[in-house]
Nanobody, 119 residues
Framework: VQLVESGGGLVQPGGSLRLSCAAS????????MSWYRQAPGKGRELVAS????????KYADSVKGRFTIARDNAKTTVLLQMNSLKPEDTATYYC?????????????WGQGTQVTVSS
């Protein structure tokens, strides 16, 4: 199983970035996909998630209206479009794949990509 994030970097406040997560090694369309972030000295928080079929999404209140999560099951890729970035969005962003069925669960993580919002 691999989740490989890309697209992070340094951006000025008000700018945009698009993160991408390329997945392999599991049945992508059966997993919910999420983006989490962790800022220095803080816990990991859920940013956005999308169901396997892409029919439902949810967002942290702090990013609603600014970030958009999307997936392409044919390309086994999940994207996070981030607009109107703020300094408080600075964090390491992680891609997550999760599936639960009965009492079983599978949970996979990427290595993270750094996003820095600063002037």
């Amino acid at each position: 199983v691999q989740l490989v994030e890309s697209g992070g970097g340094l951006v000025q406040p008000g700018g945009s970035l698009r993160l991408s997560c390329a997945a392999s090694g599991f049945t992508f369309s059966t997993f919910d996909m999420s983006w989490y972030r962790q800022a220095p000295g803080k816990g990991r928080e859920l940013v956005a998630s999308i169901t396997g079929a892409g029919s439902s999404t949810k967002y942290a209140d702090s990013v609603k209206g600014r970030f958009t999560i999307a997936r392409d099951n044919a390309k086994t890729t999940v994207l996070l479009q981030m607009n109107s970035l703020k300094p408080e969005d600075t964090a390491t962003y992680y891609c997550n794949a999760n599936r639960r069925w009965g009492l079983a669960e599978r949970d996979y993580w990427g290595q993270g990509t750094q996003v820095t919002v600063s002037s």
